[in-house]
């Protein structure tokens, strides 16, 4: 069998963006995949507006194409937001609970963690400001001594 040289990197790898959205409405325990979406799309279009630079860039290559196009259609914001206030901006921006939007926030960096993988994960939570670990399901990292 010959490998299609320009296919996607994602779709080689059988990781499309149903892929993803079906792990988020597993993970999440949505009842449809149109929920699991919206989840998506809103935590996406957030990090996008934390997230800069090599860490950007090598997460969008490592995300299927719809999902990259989410995160980086997205200006950063200059002034990043902590952990909670990402919350609490999404929150402000749909007019969910708190609680739901942190379990959105949780679910969607759940998988978004595991295209990432620990290596990157670790990149770009040395790059955001604290409160990220805990909503990729990591402990806090703490400042080298």
Not at 5 to 19: D, F, I, K, V
């Amino acid at each position: 069998m010959m490998s299609d040289q320009s296919a996607p990197l994602q779709q080689h790898h059988g990781r499309t963006y149903e892929h993803l959205l079906e792990t988020v409405r597993y993970d999440g325990a949505y009842p449809t995949v149109e929920k699991a979406e919206e989840a998506v799309r809103l935590v996406l279009a957030g990090l996008g507006r934390q997230l800069t630079g090599d860490e950007r860039v090598e997460l969008a290559a490592r995300l299927p194409l719809e999902a990259a196009r989410i995160l980086t259609a997205q200006i950063p914001d200059t002034q990043p937001l902590g952990g909670w206030a990402f919350v609490k901006d999404l929150a402000a921006r749909t007019g969910a609970s708190l609680a739901t939007t942190r379990w959105d926030t949780g679910s969607v960096f759940s998988a978004v963690a595991a295209y990432a993988g620990p290596d990157l994960l670790t990149r770009i939570l040395r790059q955001l400001p604290s409160g990220y670990a805990l909503l990729f399901g990591r402990a806090e990292l703490l400042p080298a001594a």
